[in-house]
């Protein structure tokens, strides 16, 4: 059959209103249960004792819909975003956007979870903190940590987490006073400048050899001095570059007294292949809703465990999930903790599902993932390279990369005037999910950052090549036709002058209505 | 289903979820890079530090098996359909409509993450429809993406004011939760001094003349909560906005958001910024991982250059007619501007934001201020009830209370062993709070919302009778 496994992509254009235009004066969604006539007598003249100050004078101005017209804009907006289920994700590097599989799903949604509280009695909450203690335990065995802690919810949460832990060790050894700067690099994720300076560190960000795209060990050893607190990197960097000095400034740091916290957002390709622990660092940690399958749900919620050596687990967050032989236990007594990052004890139908996707996949599934999520990632950027206009500026010494590889459009951008954020605009039009581009600085021009993770197919990868080098034709053919798009899209282009115009932005209907009537 | 094939000597599963696991794709790809063993994909690792021994985990397992596991494991639990509990302490339990789970279980919903508005319209037309809604709800202008629950959300609040109003200290209630207290002082540690205010040992109100005390040219703002974390309606709001706001200092409100439906919004009674839980607008409890949070201000550009998450403003596009969504300052978040944020941000809680607004949409504005006083009656109706047993006294403080309230058990038996006890007749009681609060002696913390049917209380009542007796 001619044009076997391609799509004409049209996306769902529903033009749907805006709740707040739906509906009618009225109407309902809801039934509230009315209270027992027993309850009415006694409880009649409850909210008469709020005092008339504090009693609210108006309902909010919310929009009174009927449930059927609930739930079918509630759909249409379903069917105008594009998840993991929908297509191609395979551009959205740094977020591993892997197959979310549903047996996960119906676990995580049963009763004996989304039914519990978080402060119930131990003994009626024994099977949770087995699957949560029993999830520590694995991840220990695949980062070579000694204990972790699930409360942090997503990644910058857990890097911010293992910056108080720093702050804690130092404060600890009378030191933090002097220690309050943190080394990180350009190339490790934003939250690595971001959280420990959230934590009152000050930032020292190292730029990676461009070559290599590993940073210059004698830059490091320039860096450090009796202020290093720590070092906080990603790695495998944004840039798909495994550092492999990384033992090297393992060793510098810890001669200079810090500690060494990796992030491993990026350890889809690691799994089954490098515990970080073995080679010498303090803390770490994973992204469940990245290598683990939890669902990344629209953006969160997530879940990111910190992982630490056994010298650092007490400075841990309270509580710790603890098991005495016999029953399983909540442990608030550790005076050296940090104390709390969250409430409770983190999202645990993430821990569920990661409990799920590691047993169904078994020590040989983990390492056929990172096997595969690598083989993808070389085998598509072998196959981007070949398009006219995209390249590989940056640590060109090295044939490969690891999960994913940040390209640039620079050359296409010269010849054509077409850049990365036209070309993102264009490519949705083929029914694909846009490329990243790069966290800033943009250190490689007009960047995207593929991973296509171990959940694409082969005829994915040659799909979404083939779309490049379609697109990478028209700029140099007919540039207007990318300048114009998305052309097959839910929308057309998006007028962006209200993103930073305080007179026109609005966050809110209410604020929309005062300011454009 | 996991069939083994031999590649070489070693003996790899073809696994179901990994397409490319076939040995003969492998070696076209192979082939195609040039490359005869996969292991020289890996050059980047230095060979001392691989891993060269199997992990000591489970073998890889079949759906079947791992669902009896993990069902195994679940059923161990006593979840709350299976006991009645009087639980919250900043997660509570509230009737969650089917439509709620119909519409966060859409695969396009769940599996989405951060693409553009061209591919995911649904996604940020959804997030400012809940921002709308939560503005609505507090009357504020600015509403955030949602956050990870209220306490990371009131540190975030404490960082926006040290960064407005240059100054380095917070007041915060004597009785906020002790949680949300740690939170905060985590996220405050080296960046601003937290300091309590004393409340009234009759009414639990806020101590105006100890926060006049306290209150300085240092302060950078006062926080308060509302319904408080012991249950009661701080009256004085405005009072204490005025007070802050006298003294050069921001007003931050944190809040229950059913409570909204009877009480005065705190856009309405002087709040800078607003954060508080939404876990109670359609989210099972999840032990937990059910919490997230909103964070709102005034809008004010300085006020929206420190928020720390991504934003979404309403705006329009090249066709008269549609809609169109955009990031407000985008620059102003740590993925543009590093260490310069101060704060950080990133997967959020969205899926949760989304069934919010779904939730929202279907009490619509008579179905909250019904809610609201159908909980609030049912919560007096608790309280009038427990305290006609003998020795027990609930609440123990005068003041208007909404959905929980203290419940004090005088000297005989402590919390813990009347709560072993109603486990016994398969009730959960209240939160032990005595070690938290022990100035207020042998005292638990109740929570009675729209769930909890008249029988379930009296046979609560007629429990506590018999084991207080």
């Known amino acids: 059959m001619k044009n076997k496994g391609t799509t004409t992509y049209h996306a769902v254009r529903w033009r749907e209103p805006i709740i707040y235009e739906l509906g009618r004066k009225g109407r309902r969604g809801f039934m509230i249960p009315k209270v027992e006539p027993e309850i009415k007598a006694v409880a009649r003249d409850a909210v008469l004792s709020i005092p008339d100050k504090m009693r609210r004078k108006t309902p909010p101005e919310w929009p009174e819909l009927s449930e059927p017209e609930v739930v079918r804009h509630f759909i249409r907006l379903s069917q105008q975003t594009f998840g993991v289920d929908s297509g191609i994700n395979v551009g959205v590097g740094t977020c591993t956007m892997k197959y979310n599989p549903k047996v996960n799903e119906a676990l995580a949604r049963s009763p004996g979870i989304t039914g519990l509280h978080p402060l119930q009695d131990e003994s009626t909450v024994q099977g949770i903190l087995e699957i949560i203690y029993k999830l520590q335990e694995w991840l220990c065995e695949i980062s070579g940590m000694d204990k972790f802690s699930f409360q942090p919810r997503g990644g910058a949460h857990a ?171 909540l442990d608030y007594d550790r005076p050296h ?68 590889v940040r390209l640039s459009l620079e050359k296409l951008k010269e010849e054509t005037g077409i850049r990365i954020d036209d070309v993102n605009r264009r490519i949705v039009d083929f029914g694909v999910q846009r490329c990243f581009t790069s966290h800033e600085p943009w250190i490689v021009p007009e960047p995207f950052t593929p991973e296509p993770t171990e959940s694409a197919s082969k005829e994915d990868l040659d799909r979404f090549a083939e779309i490049f080098s379609r697109i990478s034709t028209e700029a140099y053919t007919n540039p207007e036709k990318i300048k114009n798009a998305p052309h097959n899209c839910a929308i057309s282009r998006v007028n962006l002058n209200p993103s930073s115009d305080p007179k026109k932005w609005a966050m809110t209907w209410r604020s929309y209505i005062k300011k454009h009537g | 289903m996991l069939l083994q094939k031999r590649i070489g000597v070693i003996s790899v599963p073809i696994h179901q979820y990994i397409p490319n696991s076939v040995p003969e794709i492998k070696k076209n790809m192979l082939e195609y890079l040039g490359v005869k063993d996969i292991e020289e994909l890996f050059v980047d690792i230095p060979e001392m530090i691989k891993c060269k021994k199997r992990l000591r985990l489970p073998h890889p397992t079949p759906e079947l098996q791992v669902r009896r596991n993990i069902e195994g494991l679940l059923s161990k639990n006593k979840n709350r359909n299976e006991m009645l509990t009087f639980l919250g302490a900043g997660c509570w339990p509230h009737y969650v409509p089917a439509v709620c789970d119909e519409i966060n279980s859409r695969s396009e919903f769940l ?17 400012f429809e809940f921002q709308s809604m939560i503005g609505d709800l507090i009357a504020m202008d600015v509403v955030s993406f949602p956050t990870y629950d209220w306490a990371t959300a009131s540190g975030d609040a404490t960082h926006m004011a040290v960064r407005i109003t240059g100054r380095h200290e917070i ?87 059913l409570s909204l439906g009877l009480l005065t919004p705190p856009g309405e ?84 934001a989304i069934t919010a607004a779904v939730y929202m949409s279907l009490l619509g504005p008579k179905g909250i201020t019904e809610l609201a006083e159908v909980i609030m009656q049912k919560a007096y109706y608790a309280m009038r009830r427990i305290s006609e047993i003998d020795g027990v006294m609930a ?24 709560n072993k006890n109603l486990l016994k007749h398969g009730i959960q009681g209240g939160k032990d709070i005595t070690k938290e609060f022990p100035q207020l002696g042998n005292t638990a913390l109740y929570c009675v919302t729209e769930i909890h049917m008249k029988e379930d209380i009296d046979r609560l009542v007629a429990v506590l009778e018999d084991i207080v007796k």
């Not at chain 1, 400034?249 to 810890?254: C, S, W």
């Not at chain 2, 599996?111 to 997030?127: C, N, P, S």
């Open chain 1, 337 to 404: 903790s940090i104390g709390k990052v969250a409430e409770f004890h983190g999202v645990a139908q993430n821990v569920v599902r990661a409990y799920a996707w590691i047993l169904t996949m078994g020590a040989e599934g983990l390492r056929e993932t990172s096997e595969v999520a690598v083989l993808n990632n070389n085998y598509l950027l072998k196959k981007l390279l070949e398009i006219r206009g995209v390249s590989l500026p940056w640590g060109k010494s090295r044939p490969f990369r690891m999960q994913d």
């Open chain 2, 395 to 418: 609440p123990i403080f005068k003041s208007p209370h909404f959905k929980e309230f203290t419940v004090n058990f005088g000297t005989d038996q402590t919390v813990s062993e009347v």
């Open chain 2, 171 to 257: 007041l915060v209630p004597k009785t906020m939760s002790p949680e949300r207290l740690s939170v905060i002082k985590t996220y405050c540690q080296r960046l601003a001094e937290v300091k309590p205010i004393n409340y009234d040992p009759i009414t639990g109100q806020l101590d105006l003349k100890d926060l006049k005390k306290k209150i300085s040219a240092r302060t950078a703002a006062v926080y308060i909560e509302n319904p408080t974390y012991l249950g009661f309606i701080e009256t004085e709001g405005e009072e204490i906005g005025k007070i802050a706001h006298d003294n050069g200092a921001l007003y931050i409100v944190g809040v229950e958001p």
């Open chain 1, 159 to 329: 890097v911010f987490t293992n910056a108080c832990i720093i702050r804690a060790f130092h404060k600890y050894n009378g030191e933090l006073d002097q220690r309050d700067e943190i080394i990180t690099t350009v190339v490790s994720h934003p939250c690595n400048a971001a959280a420990p300076a959230s934590a009152g560190f000050k930032i020292v960000t190292l730029y990676p050899d461009e070559k290599t795209g590993c940073i210059n060990v004698e830059a490091l050893k320039a860096a450090v001095s009796k202020r290093t607190a720590g070092m906080m990197i990603t790695n495998p960097y944004d840039t798909g570059i495994f550092d492999s000095n990384i033992i090297e400034y393992i060793n510098i740091i810890h001669e200079a007294g810090g500690l060494v916290a990796i992030d491993q957002a990026n350890a889809n390709c690691l799994l089954g292949r490098v515990r970080i622990g073995d080679v010498g660092a303090d803390l770490c940690h994973f992204n469940l809703h990245k290598s683990f399958s939890t669902p990344h749900g629209s953006c969160g919620p997530g879940s990111a465990p910190v992982g630490v050596k056994e010298e650092f687990a007490k400075f841990l967050p309270i509580p710790t999930v603890e098991f005495d032989g016999s029953k399983y236990y």
């Open chain 2, 269 to 352: 009674y002087g709040a800078d910024i607003v954060c508080g839980e939404g876990q109670p607008l359609g989210i099972h409890m999840n032990f937990g991982g059910g919490l997230f949070s909103f964070l709102a201000c005034r809008d004010d550009e300085q006020f929206v250059s420190v928020i720390p998450h991504r934003m979404i403003t309403i705006t329009s596009t090249e066709h008269e007619g549609e809609w169109g969504f955009a990031y407000t300052l985008p620059k102003r978040t740590m993925f543009a501007a590093r260490e310069r944020a101060t704060t950080f941000t990133g997967t959020a809680t969205v899926l949760w």
């Open chain 2, 111 to 127: 599996t989405a993450y951060t693409g553009d508005v061209y591919t995911d319209l649904g996604r940020y037309q959804a997030l």
